[in-house]
């Protein structure tokens, strides 16, 4: 393995990360920096084309969860896997699972698309699957 692709991993498990970390805490304009302006973002069967658009969506659903769960919730990744076309473009995959105050809420999977561009990484395309939900409470 070359410098540069392990430096590149580095970055690129950061900018999962940080997606999770900045989007948990709410700071969706630091958030929505990992990603190219014209990226996709996909929700099981919604499609969202450009930063706004992925805007809007989070702060729906910021606002849902607020209501329903006191704000908290908190994102967990595993298996991230990543390959390269080259040293500027990637590909990733990892499993996510979602916390709110009652325990587990839904899980699923990531399937990405990352470009180096001015010398960081950033999200071109996010698929998100949700693959389970928890049994409703009460």
Known sequence: MEAW????????????ARY???????RFDAMLALFLPDAVLEVDEQRFEGVEAIRAL??????ATRLRANGFVRHF???HRIDF???????GRCYFQTLDE????????YVDE??????EWRFAHRRVRVEGRAAPRR
């Open 114 to 119: 990352y470009r180096r561009v001015g010398g």
């Open 58 to 63: 989070f702060e729906e659903a910021a606002s």
């Open 85 to 91: 076309e080259n040293p500027e473009a990637a590909s």
């Open 102 to 109: 009652r325990g587990l809420d839904h899980w699923g999977r």
């Open 5 to 16: 692709e392990l430096e590149a991993r580095e970055s690129i498990r950061d900018l999962v």
């Open 77 to 79: 990744t595993a298996t």
């Open 20 to 26: 999770n970390g900045l989007g948990d805490a709410g």
